[in-house]
T-cell receptor, first 110, second 112 residues
């Protein structure tokens, strides 16, 4: 079974803090993704990576950056957290044509 | 522009009956469709998929139907169980594009 893990299930940060969300997959997948999920808005793609050190912006990249130094690890960075970044953050890894998701990180920015 | 639409935000059915969740798409390049199920505070889990070369795919209680001419797919759950209560997301991809485009989800509630 594909396993995608995320560093935290719940996180509370203050406005202006730099926030790191980490994701690790164990299936040697090349493609990894970061989404956020908000009620009524579905899953929106923030960034994705198609190989080590390669990244592309998704639909809502503003306020975020990413890092992929190793194949198994994909990090999402909030450079200066704001209250409108309070959300559920989901990491996914792609095998064949399916994406496999981690358990999610519920981030609250106060 | 929403390329994948789930027009029903919620659906309520009785245990043992059929649940039908619908999804429409606009992009003709989509050739692979998936359904994910999501419980609160958990990540989505893959449920079932269908390629555009098929019009039906079945896995136990779950069946996905694809109508390419109408650009419509549906997920049937028979019989519905209380544990099926979750948000269901429809997703699509096309060709060599490995990104998935998601609908906004439908909250299914199965009442005992």
């Amino acid at each position: 079974d594909v396993k995608v893990t995320q560093s935290s299930r719940y996180l509370v940060k203050r406005t202006g803090e730099k926030v790191f969300l980490e994701c690790v997959q164990d299936m040697d997948h090349e493609n990894m993704f970061w989404y956020r999920q908000d009620p009524g808005l579905g899953l929106r793609l923030i960034y994705f990576s198609y190989d080590v050190k390669m990244k592309e912006k998704g639909d809502i990249p503003e306020g975020y950056s990413v890092s992929r130094e190793k194949k198994e690890r994909f990090s999402l960075i909030l450079e200066s957290a704001s209250t409108n970044q309070t959300s559920m953050y989901l990491c996914a890894s792609r095998g064949a044509r399916n994406q496999y998701f981690g358990p999610g990180t519920r981030l609250t920015v106060t | 522009d929403q390329q994948v639409k789930q027009n029903s935000p919620s659906l309520s059915v009785q245990e043992g009956r059929i649940s039908i969740l619908n999804c429409d798409y606009t992009n003709s390049m989509f050739d692979y469709f998936l359904w994910y199920k999501k419980y609160p505070a958990e990540g989505p889990t893959f449920l079932i998929s269908i390629s555009s070369i098929k019009d039906k795919n079945e896995d136990g209680r779950f069946t996905v139907f694809l109508n390419k001419s109408a650009k419509h797919l549906s997920l049937h759950i028979v019989p519905s169980q209380p544990g099926d209560s979750a948000v269901y997301f429809c997703a699509a991809s096309g060709g060599s594009n490995y990104k998935l485009t998601f609908g906004k989800g439908t909250l299914l509630t199965v009442n005992p």
